[in-house]
């Protein structure tokens, strides 16, 4: 089992995990109305479970000719300052888990860095909660048009295993 903690302060950000081999299909789901009301997609991770995404991922966002996703999981985003596109050349291997399994973070309260979408968070602002301490330790996106998943930063985290 693994558990992650912030590298500023050393608190636990999540209970014991279990690292999956790889990254699970993203559900087809978001934009969709559920039974509830909600838009938000089916979570990528089940609970308790969590993988390492080898595509870039997240801020910061530099500019492309083609339409794609700006990083996996998110919507194709047009650039603003030119004729394109944006697309990810954050870090690597960040992990991927389920919202629901990070304890104690709070949204960044920076209108700038947690700018979000029609229905939840988009992530393209860059790490948008905080652990406890202050530090910015990752990226929930939960917009209709975006998975629903937690992406904690390789470099302001680290694991702890048993």
């Not at 947690?114 to 330790?137: D, F, I, K, R, T």
């Amino acid at each position: 089992m693994t558990v992650f903690v912030c590298s500023a302060c050393g608190l636990s950000i999540t209970g014991p995990l279990t690292e999956l081999t790889e990254m699970p299909t993203r559900p087809r789901d978001q934009g969709y109305p559920k039974a509830d009301g909600s838009r938000r997609a089916t979570a990528t991770m089940p609970l308790g479970f969590f993988a390492l995404e080898p595509e870039p991922w997240g801020a910061p966002l530099v500019p492309t000719d083609e339409c794609r996703a700006v990083f996996p999981g998110g919507p194709c985003v047009a650039d603003p300052d030119g004729d394109g596109f944006l697309m990810s050349a954050g870090p690597r291997n960040t992990v991927v888990l389920h919202p629901d399994d990070a304890r104690g973070l709070r949204e960044d309260s920076d209108v700038f860095r947690h700018c979000s979408g029609c229905c939840g968070l988009h992530g393209e602002a860059g790490m948008n909660q905080q652990c406890p301490c202050g530090a910015h330790v990752g990226t929930l996106i939960n917009d209709c048009n975006t998975a629903y998943e937690l992406h904690l930063d390789p470099n302001q985290v680290r694991l702890i295993t048993d």
